[in-house]
């Protein structure tokens, strides 16, 4: 009789739980509030590609949290707070090195500073237009925005805020890594030479197809005592046909040089001549983006093992 009455017993237990569930499921467990997706860190990194025209367009994803799919169209209006680029500044950045700034009104747009997360959606983006052709890329700029009124739920304090900052990028920009070769073009100074493997930070600049390089010098940080920009960067421009054409950047008595990039690759072949005080040297060498798999790396490897460095 005692397993024939425990039996039911256990399954009235079993549909009162699922009852519960069903009712929790029912309810958010926490109040629904609206935020900008990142706005938590503050900072929102956004590539800008300048190789785009008239302009590229970069985005931030305001959300609706909650334990729930939204019941309802939330039209969130967004604005912006310059003073909290002020604010960032005087907190993270040293009065002695380059201040992050708002980029000027004319150089970006808003197709329309609301938008809505629809019903059953969990977020929505708002996109900006940005015409990066006068932007300088040793320049830091952000843009303050913020959520400044929402049709339902409420504004999270913490997360309403966003400073999106734009990493000014191209085609040809990143990451890479030199092996070069410095030799003194004096033949009878042969054993003045320097074999060397460096990585190298190409950062866009002027266009989508030009980049900015550090001669075989160490690459600026902000804080830094010794700036070589002026005297040791030049300036790398991929033409139509994959040649290369270099420019000095400032200071750095680049004589003249050429070469390749390979797109398959993405692998420069290089090389230039200059004037080190009075001595003319010649660099040549190889830039190549780091592979993600060491397969991928192979192929970079052993192209470059199958071309030695000539003179």
């Keep these: ?21 069903e009712s929790s499921n029912d ?21 800008l590609n300048i190789g785009d025209t008239p302009y590229d367009t970069v985005s931030i994803s305001v959300a ?20 909290a680029i002020t604010i960032y500044n005087k907190k993270n950045v040293s009065g002695t090195v380059a201040q992050y700034r708002k980029i000027a009104d004319s150089v970006y747009t808003y197709p329309s500073n609301s938008l809505i997360i629809k019903a059953g959606q969990v977020y929505n983006t708002l996109p900006i237009h940005i015409k990066p052709a006068s932007l300088q890329c040793d320049s ?12 339902a739920y409420s504004l999270i304090k913490t997360d309403t805020v ?29 054993k003045d030479t320097v074999v060397y493997k460096i990585a190298r930070n190409l950062k866009a600049t002027d266009d989508g197809k030009t980049v900015r390089m550090y001669h075989f010098a160490n690459e600026y940080v902000p804080g830094d005592i010794n ?36 797109p398959s690759l993405k692998l420069y072949s ?14 040549t060498g190889y830039l190549y983006k780091a592979r993600k798999t060491t397969a ?16």
């Design 162 to 190: 966003a400073l999106v900052r734009l990493n000014l990028v191209n085609k040809y920009s990143g990451l890479y890594y030199m092996n070069g070769v410095i030799r003194n073009t004096d033949p009878t100074k042969a």
């Design 140 to 151: 830091l700029y952000m843009i303050a925005l913020r959520l400044t009124s929402t049709t």
């Design 270 to 283: 290089i090389w230039y001549t200059f004037d080190d005080k009075g001595v003319i040297r010649k660099t």
């Design 296 to 311: 991928e790396q192979k192929v970079v490897d052993d192209w470059i093992e199958d071309h030695p460095l000539g003179k």
């Design 227 to 262: 700036d070589y920009r002026p005297t040791n960067t030049f300036k790398i421009t991929v033409n139509a046909d994959n040649t290369l054409t270099l420019k000095t950047w400032k200071d750095f008595a680049i004589i003249a040089g050429g070469g390749t990039y390979d």
């Design 64 to 83: 609706v949290s909650g334990s729930r799919p939204s019941d309802q169209d939330v039209t969130v209006t967004v604005g912006e707070m310059d003073t």
């Design 27 to 47: 309810k958010d467990l926490y109040p629904q509030s609206v935020y900008i997706v990142g706005a938590a860190d503050k900072i929102v990194d956004r590539d």
């Design 1 to 21: 009789m005692k397993n024939i009455i425990l039996l039911p017993l256990a399954l009235l237990s079993i549909l009162f739980v699922g009852c519960d569930q």
